[in-house]
């Protein structure tokens, strides 16, 4: 079976500028999350969705956004692109959500999205 | 807050080595699951393991063994006999679950260098 896919691999964008980064879950998999990896740090938690629904949303502006399609895919959609928002973007998926967080989450290849 | 500290940034080691990585973590919950992930060169994060908080007891999975101390708030990873493969950044993390979403909070990353 295929693991998590994403698209692009990578991604050069300028000040300003949008981009729409992209996501398959491993088949059966509801569960799609968004982590951005800035270098030399650990992921950071975007977004959550779970049955295409919003299910959290980690500390991050307004320019960040996402969706789930009833396919589970889904899309990050980030506006206004600043120099900062440069890093490796990872996707997850889980084949559900547990209360008590003991879901495992596994990780696409990431978008390595360059802002000049 | 959630939060993991990865206080070794580079480890450096000659083949067949043993090699420990540390991990220190901080929650208020009472029930809480930890996890350790391997980062390649190619980016995607690797699940190696999963612990609840009610498991104290040490695992060994061929070359890898986890130390989960409850008391020290630690959930160590040893690497025995080392090899050049086992070159990457590796990750501890904690999972938060929270109002329906699930999400995973890292450490910064032990980058570890088996050299031949």
């Known amino acids: 079976d295929a693991g998590v896919t994403q698209s692009p691999t990578h991604l050069i964008k300028t000040r300003g500028q949008h981009v729409t980064l992209r996501c398959s879950p491993i088949?059966?998999?509801?569960?799609v999350s968004w982590y951005q990896q800035v270098l030399g740090q650990g992921p950071q938690f975007i977004f959550q969705y779970y049955e295409k629904e919003e299910r959290g949303r980690g500390n991050f502006p307004d320019r960040f956004s996402a969706r789930q399609f009833p396919n589970y895919s889904s899309e990050l959609n980030v506006n206004a692109l600043l120099l900062g928002d440069s890093a490796l973007y990872l996707c997850?998926?889980?084949?559900?959500?547990?209360?008590?967080?003991?879901?495992?989450?596994?990780f696409g290849d990431g978008t390595r999205l360059s802002i000049l | 807050a959630q939060k993991v500290t990865q206080a070794q940034t580079e480890i450096s080691v000659v083949e067949k080595e043993d090699v420990t990585l540390d991990c220190v973590y901080e929650t208020r919950d009472t029930t809480y699951y930890l996890f350790w992930y391997k980062q390649p060169p190619s980016g995607e994060l690797v699940f190696l393991i999963r612990r609840n908080s009610f498991d104290e007891q040490n695992e060994i999975s061929g070359r890898y063994s986890w130390n989960f101390q409850k008391s020290t708030s630690s959930f160590n990873f040893t690497i025995t006999a080392s090899q050049v493969v086992d070159s990457a950044v590796y990750f501890c993390a904690l999972s938060e679950a929270r109002q329906g979403a699930q999400k995973l909070v890292f450490g910064q990353g032990t980058r570890l260098t088996i050299n031949p």
């Open positions: 997850a998926s889980s084949s559900t959500v547990r209360r008590d967080g003991s879901q495992p989450q596994h």
């Open positions: 088949s059966g998999h509801k569960s």
